[in-house]
């Protein structure tokens, strides 16, 4: 069982930067995909940023967020730069035994208990 834990989350203003981490613990591996999602009042739950061997990002965030991880300590990182309102949400880590990063939110597995994230102007 994979147990994935958030944090770094609060409230920023408009062109600020936040670190998020998600510690895992249970069976983790290198062969886990992990990626971040992000979910806003009323809308779905959507991509942001994956990694496995390579990264893959939401052109939404490309740019401005990077994804990252430290084997060493299971954890993984996204740092979030010059964030705008729009990226208000709360975020999910994720993960799914896999090579590949997948975009979609039902291939993954197993998920965190989300952190919010709140950008003002």
């Known amino acids: 069982q994979v147990q994935l834990v958030e944090s770094g989350g609060g409230l920023v203003q408009a062109g600020a930067s936040l670190r998020l981490s998600c510690a895992a613990s249970?069976?983790?591996?290198?062969?886990?995909?992990m990626a971040w999602f992000r979910q806003a009042p009323g809308k779905e739950r959507e991509f942001v940023a994956g990694?496995?061997?390579?990264?893959l990002y939401a052109d939404s965030v490309k740019g401005r967020f990077t994804i990252s991880r430290d084997s060493a300590k299971n954890t993984v990182y996204l740092q979030m730069n010059s964030l705008k309102i729009e990226d208000t949400a709360v975020y999910y880590c994720a993960a799914r035994q896999s090579a590949y990063v997948i975009s979609g939110p039902n291939y993954y597995d197993h998920w965190g208990q989300g952190t919010q994230v709140t950008v003002s102007s």
């Open positions: 990694i496995s061997g390579s990264t």
């Open positions: 249970g069976r983790t591996s290198s062969n886990y995909v």
